[in-house]
Structure formats: C-alpha cells, structure tokens
C-alpha cells in the first residue's frame, strides 16, 4: 500500500497537535561531489514523513495540521535539463497539500532541524517512534524487498567470485524492484571489520561471507538484514559452533523484544546468551552474568544489539541519541555497551533491529592493554582456535505490537542447515 495524502494529513495534525506553532520543514538539497556533479538526492526524512514529495529545495510549512508547499514550476531553461514541472492538481491529490505558493513568500517561522526546540523535536520523536499503518506497511515492502536480495546474495555466492559481484547482484535485485540502499553495505569475506567499507575480496571455498545489506523501498523506508554464510559449501566445525552461539544469542534477544521491556535488556539477553555459549566452548571461564556485568563478552561482541528503523536505517539518529535514549539518559562508558543505540522501553508499533555478532578483532584480542583486565577469565589458546571464523552477525527487523512482536525478516533463513540448502540450491 502507498501511503495516501489522507495518511500525510494526518501525521500533520497530529504534530499540530502535539505542538501548535507553525513550523517549517525543508527537503535539502543534494550533495556535491563538485559544482557541477551532484549526488543521487534523496530528500530529509522528516520532510518524507509530513510531506511526501522526494525532490529538492523544497520547503513546506504546516499551521494547524495543513500544509502549504512552496514551490516553484522549472523556467523554460531549466526544463531542458530537468525536465518540466509536475502538474499541481496532482500533487495536492498525492501528498494532500493545501495550498502551493511561490518559494519567494516562504515566511520566517520555526524550522525542523537538529537545532529546534525540545518540545518540537520531541513531538516529532514521539510520531515517528511508534509506526502508523502506512508506515508499517512501508517497512514491511522494504524488508520483504530486502529479503529478496538477500535471497539472491546467497545463491550467487561461488568461489573465486569477489565482493563486489555480489554486491552488483543485491543491487539488482533492489533496483528491479524500483528501491535503493538504505545505506552502504557490508559484503566482506572479513566480518571481523565492522563497517568493511571494501569489496575486492576473492571468495575461497569455506570462507564466511558476511552481508548486511538493506533495501530502501520508493518512498524512502529502510529494510536492513544481516547473513553471514559459507560460500557454496557447510559450515566449518568451528564456524558452526560460534554461528549456533551467534544465533542462540539472537533468538534469546528476540524473546525480548515485547512492549514494556527496555530494549537495553534485549541486549543483555544476547550479552549472555554468546556469553554462556562461550563459556561452553571453552573461550571464557566464569560465571556468564559476571563476565556480562564486567564486560568480557565485548571483546567479541563490542557494537550494541541494534537500533530503531524508519525511514532512516539508524532512524532519526539526525537528532543524536534524542531518539534514541529515553529523556534523562545517557550512553555508558563501558566498552560494548557505550555503542547501544537504544535505550528505551519498547513500545507497540516501534521498529527495531536485532543483531548480535561475535567477531574475531586481532586489535582487541592480540591486545595485551585490552585483554590485561579479563586475564583469568581467558583461554587464549581456545580463542587462538576460532580465528578462522572471523565475523558472524544475524540481524532480523522486529515490529513490535500489543502484544510481542513480528519478526518482519522471518522469511529469510537463518538456520544452520537452511542457510546450506540455500547457499548450495
Ligand atoms: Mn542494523
């Protein structure tokens, strides 16, 4: 479903009222590579919530929930390059635009941006932390579309392929289905760096390839999935052993996904669940919820459980942790948990990722400074032994409702021997 000019007016006046004064929201403008060359626009995501309209320099001002566009038709110059205008009587129908006025009469009134006052930004956290129905049905066309590139990823994965041929076959995929990125993706064979910004990695036969790809969808919603699989072969026994402890970790997080819990609990239930396994496997020694309270499980799992997801993959993240952490608090200064995204009570209709991962990182784990605080609860020649397994993470899109949550990512395998059927069909 798309959303309707009914579905925009009503978020306008429900900001109107939460907050009553005028105010203004732009779309931006593209960035430049140089004068001439501009990047892909895609206009701001608070503009994408009240208005609609993907397009640059724009402005649209709304007083008491209507909204008034400033806009100005392209001259018979610009045309030439851009093309003409679009009809205005269309527009009105799409977006539900009250009136459209030259952007010369653009009045001075308060505008939305990370500068505005609490009270506005908090109205605005406030509508776009709980998902209305066309919004959910927004983040669902994303996910399923990122599903399906996912799906695609999987199947093409061949030794002595690169990176980057995978990369091409989740941008088809994503593009036949008239989407984007959400955001730049992970495709790397070397998991263990986070945000692995490269692609010229040769697949080998028993690598681990680690994709955290993500869709966004037209009207700018974001999908973002995590799989990490071996390339058209099964796990390695050790590989599989730290997947499963991987995997255990995240469904023990997902169980806690359900409104009224803190999502930082969501955390801590995956902090322990790798922790216990861990322990198991013989890399940690000690009781796992004291290894958890003093941090150890961060030199494997050093990032947080996730974050919330809208229209931006780090939603509203524009506004700093605003969004993200309840009023009052603030990130820890403790190693792994100072990198959560999110803490807050979750609530019906919120939007979250879930992503735990286990990594093999030489900085911290042939570290003697970093390591020197968790000596007696190491096996170093245990750990030694798992450094083929480099970077796992699973990360599904969670829809929290009533009661639970959905698991809008379900219809893509994260199951051992699914994942081999998949990744060898
Ligand atoms: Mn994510």
Redesign the pocket.
Known sequence: MQTQAQDFRQRRQRLAQLYPPPVLIRSGGPARRNPPQAYPFRASSHFLYFAGWNHPHLTVLLTEGRATLFYDQPGVEESIWDGPGPDLDELRAAYGFDEIRPGSEIPDRQVLDPQAPDDLLEAVIQLRLRHDAAARSQLEQAVDMTVRAHFQAMRATRPERREFQILATLLVSVTQEGGSTSFSPIVSRRGEILHNPLYDGTLQRGDLLLV?F?AENREGWAG?L?RTFPVRTTFKPRQAEIYEVVLNAQKAALRECRPGREYREVHRAACLAMTEGLVQLGLLRGDPAELVERGAHALFFPHGI??L?GLD??DMEDLGDRAGYAPGRSRSTQFGLQSLRLDRPLEADMAV?V?PGFYWIPQLLENPERLAPFRDCLDLQTIEAYREVRGIRI?DNVLLQEEGARNLSAALPKELQEIEIVVNS
């Open positions: 955290d993500g973002d995590t996730g974050h997801l993959v780090h990722t992503e990360e």
